[in-house]
């Protein structure tokens, strides 16, 4: 559940998540709905309210879509 007291239905998959989650592993594709059922499976529920957003962050700051800082990727 998050803020809103709702349990959480789905991952939340921009343009970053997209481009970021196949770099790691957890999906295949460029299309959002199946990138967020791919990630759905592979990440237990109670990650799923967090998941989208850390991931966009991470393709903001450091896995860009060009010069990726990969000595600053955990």
């Known amino acids: 559940m998050r803020e809103?007291?709702?349990p959480?239905?789905?991952i939340m998959a921009?343009?970053?998540v997209i481009?970021?989650?196949p770099r790691l592993g957890i999906a295949q594709g460029k299309d959002a709905?199946?990138?967020e059922k791919?990630?759905?499976?592979a990440l237990p529920r109670d990650m799923w309210a967090d998941?989208?957003?850390a991931i966009s962050y991470l393709g903001r700051e450091t896995c860009r879509?060009?010069?990726p800082k990969h000595s600053e990727c955990i």
Do not use: C, F
């Open 51 to 53: 998941a989208g957003m």
């Open 14 to 16: 921009d343009l970053h």
């Open 38 to 41: 791919q990630m759905m499976e």
């Open 65 to 67: 879509p060009s010069n």
């Open 19 to 21: 481009r970021v989650a």
């Open 33 to 35: 709905v199946k990138i």
């Open 8 to 10: 959480v239905e789905g």
């Open 4 to 6: 809103a007291g709702v």
